[in-house]
């Protein structure tokens, strides 16, 4: 995977990607989508319904089981259950059809590429992309079992016990982290124009260099997945 940047000055950025990787970003986004849509319940068939349904006082809104679902859909005041069901009924709708939007949006980014591999994205499509990755890398450190910063220094210094399927993860964290900071990078009109490249299929360390021209961990040869 590398990051071209030629198309920059007309407001583009290019995201060249084998096919392997491309299938990987796929099944990622598919993932989260299955995890966000797993047990929503059916839209009412009435538009005014559909619109206005969430502010019955009566419907309640489960608090996810998952650690992953709920590291998407978090309480917005741990401290205050209550507040945090009412919160919860009133968005956690909305907040799942916004997610699964910008997953749609990006899926069909990886359907259209061009033939020469490339995933060429504008500024707009880059903040998209950027939000979409935030919520896979939510889901992988869930399955991580990360909850803070010592838990991530010790499961990347190699410190931790995972397992064939836990390093295949680790691996996919730190590539989604090498392409979300370059598109951030991009989206705020900072990207160098020397662009960078991942990942380098030979290694499997865990140095987490992700800036221009770091290489990221294979992330194609790994078993297991996020969900």
Known sequence: ???LTDRIPDGQLAVEM??????ILTALLADVAQLLSADMPEPPADPFERLVGHLDPDQSVARPHDPALLRLLPDVD???PARSAEFRRLTELDLREGKLHRIRIALESLRTSSGAGEVVLDREAAIVWMRVLTDVRLVLAARLEITDEDDAERIFAGESELGDAGEAVVSLYELTSWLQEHLTEFAASGLSE???EAPDEGRTGRDRRHGPGGDAPDAGTGEGGPT
């Open 1 to 3: 995977m590398r990051i």
């Open 78 to 80: 741990s401290a205050d």
């Open 18 to 23: 084998e096919d392997g990787e491309r299938s």
């Open 194 to 196: 020397d662009g960078g």
